[in-house]
């Protein structure tokens, strides 16, 4: 599926088509480069689950915990950091991404073979200023 995004205004319509099209998977991986948007739609996708936590990446943190209003954990992971897979053990990804919880990974190539099975990939495309392309697809392995 692709959406076009004309400004800020058209993302919470898109997080909600993102949730719908994705069904019962809780792993979410964003693609995009550095100011692609992929915090900004992140933000948006937590608006609609529910969650009234400040949302901001977790660039140094690695991993941030919100919960939903139904008191349901959502992890936000930014990998951009790290230099190597050994940190995201040290995490102890295993347990956010195998927990049923719902996960939103931001640069997820830099652990892609940590990558559970199934999931659904967001690549987010600046087109300019204010528009961007997302497309989002289930990869089932």
């Known amino acids: 599926m692709t959406l076009h995004i004309n ?11 993102l949730l719908d099209f994705a069904g019962e998977e809780k792993i979410f991986v964003f693609e995009g480069g ?3 948007g992929k915090t900004t739609f992140i933000k948006e996708i937590c608006l609609a689950l529910g969650i009234t936590d400040l949302v901001s990446s977790p660039t140094f943190s690695i991993v941030n915990e919100y919960l939903t209003s139904n008191k349901e954990a959502v992890y936000h992971f930014d990998f951009y950091r790290i230099k190597d897979l050994q940190e995201a053990y040290d995490i102890g990804y295993e347990e956010y991404f195998f927990s049923g919880q ?39 392995s």
């Open 7 to 17: 400004g800020l205004h058209d993302l919470k319509e898109a997080a909600h088509q």
């Open 34 to 36: 550095m100011g692609a």
């Open 102 to 140: 719902i996960c939103l990974i931001e640069w997820p190539e830099k652990i892609e073979p940590l990558l559970p099975e199934n999931y659904i990939k967001i690549k987010i495309e600046p087109i300019d200023e204010e528009r961007r392309e997302i497309s989002f697809v289930k990869i089932k």
